[in-house]
């Protein structure tokens, strides 16, 4: 999973990823560990039948760490591409674009692989576990959290507004 980490830092400051990456990864883990898989996506494939859901939450964090409208990451994304053009000039803030762009060719290429992609031949399919129930509460609280957030951000950045305030004025940006 470095490679989904390392790829999808590449466009982005720390601070516009952290949030939800580990999301999408320990999904996807999760799904790894019950399943007895190895980190190998050769050795996944088919999933989206057996779990559903958690393919759509897989799907939804991913784009919302890519800045897709109606996510948090899209403010984020925003935020960070607006702030970027203003300090460091346009080419720093293409290269950036162009890393979003590889995290969510990465991204698509990852969910294809697990959850699309036919399962292996020494897979049987009775070693899928279904969605359990604490699965679908945990991961629907989430999303949930996280399309509010991202359909509703004011309160959020209200929230934020005087640590981001105080941030500034202590690196003389305000």
């Known amino acids: ?11 982005y400051p720390l601070l516009a990823t952290l949030q939800r990456l580990p999301l999408a990864g320990a999904v996807l883990l999760m799904i790894m560990r019950e399943q007895d898989l190895a980190l190998a996506f050769d050795r ?13 939450a897989f799907l939804i964090g991913g784009l919302a760490i890519l800045g897709m409208p109606g996510t948090p990451g899209f403010d984020a994304v925003h935020l ?9 000039g346009a080419l720093p803030t293409i ?3 162009l890393g979003n762009v590889a995290a969510a060719g990465f991204l698509l290429w990852a969910f294809q692989r697990a959850f699309l992609a036919p399962r292996p031949r020494d897979v049987p399919v009775s070693r899928i576990v279904r969605t359990r129930p604490m699965e679908y509460f945990v991961g629907g609280a989430t999303l949930l959290v996280l399309l509010a957030a991202g359909f509703y951000p004011e309160p959020w950045l209200k929230l934020t507004d005087s640590a981001t305030q105080a941030l500034a004025a202590y690196f003389h940006h305000g």
Do not use: C, H, K
Request: proline share 3%; net charge negative.
């Open 1 to 11: 999973m470095n490679e989904v980490y390392w790829t999808a830092q590449a466009g």
């Open 44 to 56: 996944l494939g088919g999933l989206f039948d057996r779990v559903p859901f958690i393919a759509v």
């Open 80 to 88: 960070v591409l607006e702030a970027s053009i203003e300090t460091f």
């Open 95 to 97: 290269a950036t674009a």
